[in-house]
């Protein structure tokens, strides 16, 4: 019998593989030399697909962006509807981020060359101008809602607080309720971001009825 044949090393592989390792162990464990031996194969292999460990790194975090839906976007200047396709795309990128939190820290260096960001950045953009907000003024809000949504991915807020009740007892009476956030993580920490959300966006559209203000 033939020895079995072992799949040709391939970017998707080694992205997929860089992404397990990410999300398992955080950006700094990711190297050539352990995506070489999950892999099995050789690391300079790794460069026939590659330039440097960062451009494989750049390649899981852009995989993840894939994930972010734009699709509210297309066409926006038809429906107006800005506020709503700002909601659906944030809520959309904060799922991404959420199920890979480990790449969030690498969101921090900027679009660079990956496809994605660019993309979104693109979308975001042109449905903000299509929709009668100025060019600086679209910009900065696509910086404040990447802003808002990248850090609510950073962490737990609920997490952040131990479950020992008997830590808050007496040094901190107004935390007396404090060690039942833990418990209730995931309903606190997504009505807190849906509360942040709506507070932006109301900002933001009485921020758009000033700029959009005939003269008088």
């Known amino acids: 019998m033939g020895r079995p044949r072992r799949p040709l090393l391939s970017r998707d592989l080694i992205v997929t593989e860089a992404l397990a390792l990410i999300d ?9 030399r352990r995506l070489a031996t999950g892999l099995k194969v050789s690391g300079p292999a790794l460069y026939n697909h590659f330039g440097t ?9 852009d995989t993840v962006l894939s994930e972010v ?26 799922r991404a981020l959420a199920a890979h939190p480990n790449i969030v820290p690498a969101l921090a260096v900027g679009f660079g060359r990956r496809p994605n960001a660019l993309r979104i950045a693109d979308a975001v953009f042109g449905g903000l101008v299509a929709t009668g907000w100025p060019n600086g003024q679209a910009t900065r809000v696509g910086a404040i809602m990447r802003y808002f949504v990248t850090g609510s991915a950073l962490g737990s807020f609920a997490a952040a607080f131990p479950d020992d009740a008997g830590l808050y007892n007496g040094a901190y009476p107004h935390l007396d309720q404090a060690h039942l956030l833990a418990e209730a993580r995931e309903r606190v920490d997504d009505s807190a971001f849906e509360i942040g959300l709506d507070a932006l966006l109301h900002g933001l559209a009485a921020r758009y009825a000033q700029l959009t203000a005939p003269p008088e």
């Open 24 to 32: 398992a162990e955080g950006l700094d464990a990711v190297s050539t």
């Open 53 to 61: 460990k960062d451009e494989i790194i750049d390649a899981a975090v």
């Open 69 to 94: 839906d734009i699709s509210a976007f297309a066409g926006l200047g038809d429906r107006g509807d800005w506020p709503g396709a700002l909601r659906e795309w944030a809520r959309s990128y904060r």
